[in-house]
């Protein structure tokens, strides 16, 4: 069975601040893993994925994050945060096993930019 | 290209009556998936569709049930409604079951009254 851990419900940063927000999964298996934006009264927009290849993967909107497999952690970071990446942030992990698959989430971060 | 449509986008219903909701994928996505959102649980995975076979499930009860016809759309359908299936519920397409990402719709807000 796999699993995400969001460490943190809730990060308050400053505008043009940088800003990491933590995942750690659990899986038995190779996994792919994912980070997915959703702003208020919408549904989930992929900020990025990690497949395979370089642990350094680059996204939309300036983020990106570092897969690293002896930690299993998948950190989003961001350089500089605008009032507009205020939105909840998931980590998810989508793990091979035989035919049955499916992306599992982890609790969410609520990020809020302050000016 | 039209992303992931679902409908209705707001429904309203009463304790013990049913509904079904409708979701469109992406034009050439084959795999749909459906999750229920809510502020105390999350996001928790209900079922995935991969042409037309029902290919995994979440752990809900039977009162939800689900259906992907050959055009790859899918709607799901929930018997007996309870005050706690109040959500939003969410529909993904995929072109390959997930491997390289979903693709979510902007979801349908259940309320239960």
């Known amino acids: 069975a796999q699993s995400v851990t969001q460490l943190d419900s809730q990060v308050p940063v400053f505008e043009e601040a940088p800003v990491e927000l933590r995942c750690n999964y659990s899986?038995?298996?190779?996994?792919?893993l994912f980070w997915y934006v959703q702003y208020p009264n919408q549904g989930l927009q992929l900020l990025l994925k990690?497949?395979?290849?370089?642990?350094l993967v680059k996204g939309i909107n300036g983020f990106e994050a570092e897969f690293n497999k002896s930690q299993t952690s998948f950190h989003l970071r961001k350089p500089s945060v605008h009032i507009s990446d205020t939105a909840e942030y998931f980590c998810?992990?989508?793990?091979?096993?035989?035919?049955?698959?499916?992306?599992?989430f982890g609790s969410g971060t609520q990020l809020t930019v302050l000016p | 290209k039209a992303g992931v449509t679902q409908t209705p986008r707001y429904l309203i219903k009463t304790r013990g009556q049913q509904v079904t909701l409708s979701c469109s994928p992406i034009s050439g996505h084959r795999s749909v998936s459906w999750y229920q959102q809510t502020p105390g649980q999350g996001l928790q995975f209900l079922f995935e569709?991969?042409?037309?076979?029902?290919?995994n499930k979440g752990n809900f009860p039977g009162r939800f049930s689900g259906r992907q016809f050959s055009n790859s759309r899918s709607e799901m359908n929930v018997s007996t409604l309870e005050l706690g299936d109040s959500a939003l519920y969410l529909c993904a397409s995929s072109s390959r079951q997930g491997d390289y990402g979903y693709t979510f719709g902007s979801g349908t807000r259940l309320t239960v009254v």
């Open positions: 569709y991969f042409s037309e076979t029902q290919r």
């Open positions: 990690y497949l395979s290849g370089s642990t």
């Open positions: 998810a992990v989508n793990a091979r096993s035989g035919s049955a698959r499916q992306l599992t």
């Open positions: 899986s038995s298996v190779s996994v792919y």
